[in-house]
């Protein structure tokens, strides 16, 4: 189990900002335990899935245990 909780992976996600823009304010943010079969070798706890509210990019991140990101990617 993660070390740190689910608000805490949600208010690191909302802490970062979008990729493309630079804000900080997102529209819709899902913060979900990482499926045990579906880390990678960076071992993500949690991944969040949000789209930007002001220029709608939709980004993924990966969380650590420690609550570090792990990785961002633009699907």
């Not at 608000?7 to 996600?13: C, L, N, S, W």
């Not at 900002?17 to 804000?23: D, F, L, P, Q």
């Not at 579906?38 to 969380?63: D, F, H, P, S, Y």
């Amino acid at each position: 189990m993660a070390k740190i909780t689910r608000e805490r992976a949600e208010k690191i996600a909302r802490a970062h900002a979008c990729e493309n823009c630079g804000e900080y304010n997102y529209k819709k943010l899902t913060v979900k335990p990482a499926a045990k079969g579906n880390r990678t070798e960076l071992n993500e706890a949690w991944i969040a899935k949000k789209t930007c509210g002001v220029c709608g990019l939709q980004a993924e991140m990966g969380i650590d245990e420690e609550g570090e990101v792990v990785w961002v990617t633009q699907p």
